[in-house]
């Protein structure tokens, strides 16, 4: 199979207008979708190179997370883009919200440091504390817990088991990720 007929692919399934737009746009548009909105304060995207998405975290801990997470992330950014990444990279080194930084700073000092943020002394800031997101690796179960939620009651892929859109086994007969594989 060859990377054209992937192309034509994707253009018929999400619309010839997509296949127009910048793979930048497009990887800005879904990167909530894809990421989870808990993540998405903590990024900055910043370029495609050569096929790698270059992004920006606002800590070195989210950093590391996210490399973690880059296949599974990769995967479902690329059922969107024309021409497929291959990879993400992830870096503090072009953050660009200094306001924020010290504020992720004692986030990261509190995650590494094993002080839980609530037993802060309160000498230590003034400021008020999103508990929810703090912990990068928190943020992304609750998104996995989420993701599975909303997907438990979808039909499955016959071919790979996994809870796929119904529109999209109307039209491959199997999940998108399978259909295509199978091309
Ligand atoms: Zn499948």
């Given at each position: 199979m060859s990377l054209n007929s992937i192309d034509r692919i994707l253009a018929i399934a999400f619309g010839q207008s997509r296949a127009?737009?910048?793979?930048?746009?497009?990887?800005?548009?879904?990167?909530?979708?894809v990421v989870g909105s808990a993540v998405v304060p903590h990024t900055q995207l910043l370029s495609i190179q050569k096929?790698?998405?270059?992004?920006?975290?606002?800590s070195a801990a989210w950093a590391q997370t996210l490399t973690m997470e880059r296949s599974r992330i990769l995967t479902k950014l690329n059922v969107y883009l024309p021409n497929p990444l291959t990879d993400i990279r992830f870096?503090?080194?072009q953050w660009q919200r200094p306001e924020t930084i010290a504020k992720e700073r004692e986030v990261s000092d509190?995650?590494?440091g094993g002080a839980h943020p609530s037993t802060l002394a309160p000498t230590s800031s003034s400021q008020a504390k999103p508990t929810k997101s703090n912990d990068p690796q928190t943020?992304?179960?609750?998104w996995v817990k989420t993701t599975q939620q909303k997907n438990h009651n979808l039909p499955l892929c016959p071919q790979c088991q996994a809870p796929t859109p119904p529109g999209e086994l109307q039209r491959w007969r199997v999940c998108c990720m399978c259909a295509v594989k199978e091309f």
């Open positions: 127009q737009q910048q793979p930048f746009q497009i990887a800005l548009q879904y990167w909530s979708q096929n790698v998405l270059w992004v920006a975290t606002s870096s503090t080194a509190n995650f590494f943020a992304f179960s609750q």
